[in-house]
Nanobody, 125 residues
Framework: QVQLVESGGGLVQAGGSLRVSCAAS????????MGWFRRAPGKEREFVAA????????YYADSVKGRFTISRDNAKNTVYLQMNSLKPEDTAVYYC??????????????????WGQGTQVTVSS
């Protein structure tokens, strides 16, 4: 069983930066996509960013494009989300996800096989 554990969340002021990490452990698998999703209070989980197996292709939601950067370090089995110019509307629980194959779009929750427990990111005004 694959385990994904997020870390690095916390409280930051608007305009600040934060980097969240997701470490994978357990059974080894080749991840087609690693992604970040978030769930804001009172809202459904939404796509934030994703990165391909090679780590070259990256995808972002329009709301975070230009501010967030996703990357992965396969040697460390870790994916990162660097968040800059944070806004109060970025406040959410951020979830790491992994897809074991290219079975669906990178922005679909259903594409991913494994999920972390989430890490809280709070952006104050």
């Amino acid at each position: 069983q694959v385990q994904l554990v997020e870390s690095g969340g916390g409280l930051v002021q608007a305009g600040g930066s934060l980097r969240v990490s997701c470490a994978a452990s357990g059974r080894t698998f080749s991840s087609a996509f690693m992604g970040w999703f978030r769930r804001a209070p009172g809202k459904e989980r939404e796509f934030v960013a994703a990165v391909s197996w090679r780590g070259i292709d990256t995808y972002y939601a329009d709301s975070v494009k230009g501010r967030f950067t996703i990357s992965r370090d396969n040697a460390k089995n870790t994916v990162y989300l660097q968040m800059n110019s944070l806004k109060p509307e970025d406040t959410a629980v951020y979830y790491c996800a992994a897809a074991s194959s290219y079975g669906g779009p990178y922005y679909y929750t259903e594409t991913y096989n494994y999920w972390g427990q989430g890490t809280q990111v709070t952006v104050s005004s």
